[in-house]
């Protein structure tokens, strides 16, 4: 069974960074494309970001693109989101989810993931 957790969530002033991190452990074969999705206080889980199983294809959401950067290290089972230029806007819990094939799912249909970790907070704030 994959396991995920997250971690490098914590509170940030506007305009600072931060870089996440999704754990992949476990039974790791068939992990296939991995996804960022967040959640704000009263309001659903969105797609922020995806990356394709070797790392040359991906995605992110408008409100994101230029400021965050998605990578993965397949040896050390690892995916990253780097955040630059946070806004208030952008608190939320972050969670990463798998997805059974090599690409990401169109427009990152969260109901497409398979596998989830628990999320890690990330608040950004003065």
């Known amino acids: 069974q994959v396991q995920l957790v997250e971690s490098g969530g914590g509170l940030v002033q506007p305009g600072g960074s931060l870089r996440l991190s999704c754990a992949v452990r476990g039974f790791s074969l068939g992990v296939g494309a991995i996804g960022w999705f967040r959640q704000a206080p009263g309001k659903e889980r969105e797609g922020v970001s995806c990356i394709n199983i070797s790392g040359d294809r991906t995605y992110y959401t408008d409100s994101v693109k230029g400021r965050f950067t998605i990578s993965r290290d397949n040896a050390k089972n690892t995916v990253y989101l780097q955040m630059n230029g946070l806004k208030p806007e952008d608190t939320a819990v972050y969670y990463c989810?798998?997805?059974?094939?090599?690409?990401?799912?169109?427009?990152?249909?969260?109901?497409?993931?398979?596998?989830w970790g628990k999320g890690t907070l990330v608040t950004v704030s003065s």
């Open positions: 989810a798998t997805h059974s094939f090599r690409n990401c799912p169109p427009a990152l249909n969260l109901n497409a993931m398979d596998s």
